[in-house]
T-cell receptor
Framework: KAGVTQTPRYLIKTRGQQVTLSCSPISGHRSVSWYQQTPGQGLQFLFEYFSETQRNKGNFPGRFSGRQFSNSRSEMNVSTLELGDSALYLC????????????FGPGTRLTVL | GDSVTQMEGPVTLSEEAFLTINCTYTATGYPSLFWYVQYPGEGLQLLLKATKADDKGSNKGFEATYRKETTSFHLEKGSVQVSDSAVYFCALSVDSNYQLIWGAGTKLIIKP
């Protein structure tokens, strides 16, 4: 099976712009989760989708949003970018249960100038 | 709230040394526990997991036992190799929460 893929791998944006990141899960997985990784804050949960429904959301401002399509692919959007949004954004897919392993993509490295 | 505490790094060991990375947790309900590893320049990958008390997860010579009485899930390996150099993350998930809660990560450096 192909692994989790994320596009683009690298992005450079300026403050105030918006950005959309894409994630394609492992075939058959219906759950997609998004995490932000920074040196200062570590790994933080953004949101999780299962069969197009958001089941949980982390403590991020409303500028961070996401969605999941009927084929389980997911996108996350960040509007009005701030310097502090510079991070590695990781997507993970799983079968959706809390005992299930989450499989991670390589991440999208976002740099905000 | 739910949380994971890991020992601070970096941890520097010589090849063939014994490794322990401590991980303790606080959780409501019955969490599942995970160790993930991030090799330099690579993505996160599952190392091992345990889904109920007294379960032992193992993989690539690494082991961790889910200890409910001490709320711990310490990672051990009997003889480390240079190729084990990476950042190790302890994490938990609880039912109805649908997220992984992470420790801060422990950087492991193995010297030949």
């Amino acid at each position: 099976k192909a692994g989790v893929t994320q596009t683009p791998r690298y992005l450079i944006k300026t403050r105030g712009q918006q950005v959309t990141l894409s994630c394609s899960p492992i075939s058959g997985h219906r759950s997609v989760s998004w995490y932000q990784q920074t040196p200062g804050q570590g790994l933080q949960f953004l949101f999780e989708y299962f069969s197009e429904t958001q089941r949980n959301k982390g403590n991020f401002p409303g500028r961070f949003s996401g969605r999941q399509f009927s084929n389980s692919r997911s996108e996350m959007n960040v509007s009005t970018l701030e310097l502090g949004d510079s991070a590695l954004y990781l997507c993970a897919s799983s079968d959706g249960g809390h005992t299930d392993t989450q499989y991670f993509g390589p991440g999208t490295r976002l740099t905000v100038l | 709230g739910d949380s994971v505490t890991q020992m601070e790094g970096p941890v520097t060991l010589s090849e063939e040394a014994f490794l322990t990375i401590n991980c303790t947790y606080t959780a409501t309900g019955y969490p599942s526990l995970f160790w993930y590893v991030q090799y330099p320049g690579e993505g996160l990958q599952l190392l091992l997991k345990a889904t109920k008390a007294d379960d032992k997860g193992s993989n690539k010579g690494f082991e961790a036992t889910y200890r409910k009485e001490t709320t711990s899930f310490h990672l051990e390996k009997g003889s480390v190799q240079v190729s084990d150099s990476a950042v190790y993350f302890c994490a938990l998930s609880v039912d109805s929460n649908y997220q992984l809660i992470w420790g801060a990560g422990t950087k492991l450096i193995i010297k030949p």
